[in-house]
């Protein structure tokens, strides 16, 4: 009866939506796919054990539905975890368009299950309510995940000082790229891998625009919203109209809107819009896919071969901005082991196999070896070519991305770009703090609602930014976004002080 209640309560909680990313954006290998082939996404009653005694870790993630051939996949890796650590494993892949739903029910009604894909989205919340394990004293006995994930990125997950989450070390910093079409972009502009600005590749806009008659740069309504996050953390918020800046040293949280490092380039945008040089119905588009002559993507330049695909045409890239790190880049991918579960000292074993051997990295991301995928060898490297799409799990909600087999295509080892990019990143100065909002909840609420109705004209450079901008300040002031931001100021300077 009181699983029962709980399940209705949690179906009457249920609001989120699981957001999607353009073709562009995507992770390589992670797109989801027709899962009507797939097998059923729930075991009901999972067992806690084998009949011989050996824990049975149940871990929930999401991808494109539960494999087909996961019984033949678990005859494979069981035996493999068994010799190697003792447990077992019960993966259950959840598709995309029930993630939200299905995770929800999960961690409010405390089924059960061992591990969890979480991201930044649900991270605190879910903490708040006691849903996930305190993590702080049980990594000390799994040396591999601290020898392979840098402290700060650990740090980034800590609230309140205590661990909850176990991040993917991946491309766990960020780093955007302009996309250009490689046959235009060569042809009118090929001093494109010079720009690293808004202000940069003008010239090459006005270039190919000129040269190919057509609208270059396809945007959605949520524009070119690294604009904000290259320059700016928001510390959690969602509200990109509050910020630190990563650059300027003052640790002072500021709004953001009226600074102008951020309203040069806004501007530009609008006069782009008012060119010609952006679509007319970018503010009011919801998403776009397909061909353009620009684009700007987040991963390392390696990515360029998956962006290119989802093109239909071959991509050159350049960087935009510095790689930046904070607690939303580190939380896009975290493993949680369940508060209820009996196995946590074992569930913590698992990742960190997952996160230092291979061979069981590779089976998870790729599938059965011979059935899923082969390994090939090119530029000297090992590499994995996919024999076809049948293995459904996104390989970024489950480890590392530094031990697992590349894919065949890509250029290089894509693992030493993202290396690189990680260990050469601008730290926020916020990283580590956690703002509790309790005390401006209503308020943030209430921005974050005004927000989204000006987002789309100041992000795609359909509106007038020194018109539009001073207007949602008003607006957002009369919010109570004054407020916020003392109460987010006066706790930094207490986390700092600390």
Not at 226 to 236: E, L, P
Not at 270 to 291: C, E, M, P, R, V
Not at 339 to 344: R, T
């Amino acid at each position: 009866m009181k699983k029962l209640i709980a399940l209705l309560l949690a179906a009457l909680m249920i609001f989120g939506v699981l957001a999607g990313c353009a073709s562009e954006t995507a992770p390589s290998g992670d797109t989801a796919a027709d899962s009507s082939d797939t097998a059923d996404t729930t075991t009901e009653n999972p067992p806690t054990t084998t009949e011989d005694g050996i824990p049975v870790i149940t871990w929930y993630q999401v991808g494109a539905g539960q494999p087909k051939d996961i019984e033949a996949w678990n005859e494979i890796v069981n035996p493999y975890l068994e010799e190697k650590i003792g447990v077992h494993l019960n993966m259950q892949v959840v598709d995309w368009g029930s993630w939200g739903d299905r995770r929800t029910m999960l961690v409010q009604t405390n089924e059960d299950y061992d591990i969890i894909f979480t991201d930044m989205s649900t991270y605190v919340n879910n903490i708040q309510m006691g849903a996930f394990a305190d993590l702080t004293e049980l990594i000390k006995d799994t040396p591999g995940i601290t020898d392979l994930i840098p402290e700060e990125y650990l740090k980034a997950c800590m609230i309140d000082g205590k661990l909850y989450g176990i991040p993917a070390y991946k491309d766990s910093s960020m780093t955007n790229f302009f996309v250009w079409t490689k046959e235009e972009v060569e042809e009118y502009y090929p001093d494109y891998a010079e720009d690293h600005t808004l202000a940069d590749i003008d010239a090459g806009l006005r270039a190919v625009k000129e040269g190919t008659g057509v609208t270059p740069l396809m945007l959605n309504k949520d524009g070119i919203s690294c604009i904000v996050g290259n320059m700016y953390d928001n510390f959690g918020t969602g509200l990109p109209a509050i910020g630190v800046s990563y650059f300027d040293g003052s640790n002072k949280i500021v709004p953001v809107f009226e600074q102008e490092d951020i309203l040069e380039q806004l501007r530009l945008l609008h006069t782009w819009y008012n060119d010609g040089l952006i679509n007319s119905d970018a503010n009011t588009l919801d998403s776009f896919q397909g061909y353009c002559s620009l684009g700007v993507s987040q991963g390392w330049p390696g990515a360029s071969v998956g962006w290119g695909t989802g093109r239909g045409a071959e991509v050159v890239v350049s960087q935009f901005g510095e790689t930046v790190l904070s607690n939303d880049t580190v939380q896009g991918s975290m493993a949680c082991i369940n508060n209820s579960s009996p196995n946590k000292e074992a569930a913590m074993k698992l990742l960190e196999l997952v996160n230092t051997d291979t061979k069981l990295r590779d089976m998870m991301a790729y599938g059965i070896e011979g059935v899923h995928f082969e390994y090939v060898e090119e530029d000297g490297i090992q590499k994995v070519k996919r024999l076809n799409q049948d293995w459904t799990a996104a390989s970024y909600t489950q480890g590392s991305t530094m031990l697992m087999s590349p894919e065949s295509g890509t250029v290089g080892d894509q693992r030493e770009e993202i290396r690189l990019q990680n260990e050469n990143a601008v730290a926020s100065p916020a990283l580590g703090f956690y703002f509790d909002t309790t005390n401006v909840k209503d308020q943030l609420a209430a921005c974050t609602a005004t927000w989204m109705t000006y987002k789309g004209l100041i992000m795609t450079g359909a509106g007038d930014p020194d018109q539009i901008i001073p207007e949602m300040m008003d607006t957002l002031r009369a919010d109570g976004f004054d407020d916020i931001l003392a109460e987010a100021q006066a706790q930094f300077d207490a986390y700092l002080a600390g």
